[in-house]
């Protein structure tokens, strides 16, 4: 499987902005749909948004939707998150994801929102947004 570390992380006031990378290794990053979700304490994981292998296609939650963009680099082997206008809800334990997957736009082939539809993870990154 694909070896994944996020970074970027960190402490932010409400209202900024963070951008999170994710490396990936030792298989081929374009062969991989990818994801990021969160966790808060006390909260189930839950989707953030993804996007395909190709890059063509991005899904996002409503919580962050117009608000977050997911981006992906395959000749750099990353993906990334750019946070902005942040909100202390949005403070969580984020986490890059990868499935096997290689397509242009999602399909319903799977759903793209379920932490089960995912084989690798990364070791996540902390993102406090303080009020």
């Known amino acids: 499987q694909v070896q994944l570390v996020e970074s970027g992380g960190g402490l932010v006031q409400a209202g900024g902005s963070l951008r999170l990378s994710c490396a990936a290794s030792?298989?081929?990053?374009?062969?991989?749909?990818m994801g990021w979700f969160r966790q808060a304490p006390g909260n189930e994981r839950e989707f953030v948004a993804a996007?395909?292998?190709?890059?063509?296609?991005?899904r996002y939650a409503d919580s962050v939707k117009g608000r977050f963009t997911i981006s992906r680099d395959n000749a750099k082997n990353t993906m990334y998150l750019q946070m902005n206008s942040l909100k202390p809800e949005d403070t969580a334990v984020y986490y890059c994801a990868a499935r096997q997957q290689r397509a242009q736009y999602f399909s319903g082939v799977y759903d793209y929102t379920s932490v089960k539809e995912y084989a690798s993870w990364g070791q996540g990154t902390q993102v406090t947004v303080s009020s």
């Open positions: 996007i395909t292998s190709s890059g063509l296609s991005t």
């Open positions: 030792g298989r081929t990053f374009s062969n991989y749909a």
